[in-house]
Nanobody
C-alpha cells in the first residue's frame, strides 16, 4: 500500500522550532516531488514548500521563506520540513503530498497525501 505519514507536529512557543517528517511506504520518494501544505482553522489549504524530483529544486511560500527549509534524505525515504522562528500564524495542520516525476507541487495534481500533523504555535 502506498502511503505518506507525517510526524513531528506539536505545541511550541513563538520563536521556537519544529522539524516535520514525511515518510513514504510502498514507494521511494526520490522519484517524487514532495510538497508540504497546511490548512489553518477556518482557512483554505495552502502550499508551503516543495522539493522537485530529480534535481531537488526547492520552492517556498513567501510567508515562510527564510524560516522554513525543505530537505530530502533518500536513505531514510523521508522528506523533512525544518521550521524555525515559528509564528502564531503558522498554526495549522501540515500535510505532505507526492507527485511522481514532478518538477513542482500543484495542489490539485498531487497523487498521494498523508493524513497530516498538527502544529500549534502559542505562548
Amino acid at each position: 500500500q502506498l502511503q505518506l505519514v507525517e510526524s513531528g507536529g506539536g505545541l511550541v512557543q513563538p520563536g521556537n522550532s519544529l522539524r516535520l517528517s514525511c515518510v513514504a511506504s510502498g514507494f521511494t520518494l526520490d522519484s517524487y516531488a514532495i510538497g508540504w501544505f497546511r490548512q489553518a482553522p477556518g482557512k483554505e489549504r495552502e502550499g508551503v514548500s516543495c522539493i522537485s524530483s530529480g534535481d531537488d529544486t526547492k520552492y517556498y511560500a513567501g510567508s515562510v521563506k527564510g524560516r522554513f527549509t525543505i530537505s530530502r534524505d533518500n536513505a531514510k525515504n523521508t522528506v523533512y520540513l525544518q521550521m524555525n522562528s515559528l509564528k502564531p500564524e503558522d498554526t495549522a495542520v501540515y500535510y505532505c503530498a507526492g507527485l511522481w516525476d514532478g518538477k513542482a507541487c500543484p495542489e490539485y495534481g498531487m497523487e498521494y497525501w498523508g493524513k497530516g500533523t498538527s502544529v500549534t504555535v502559542s505562548s
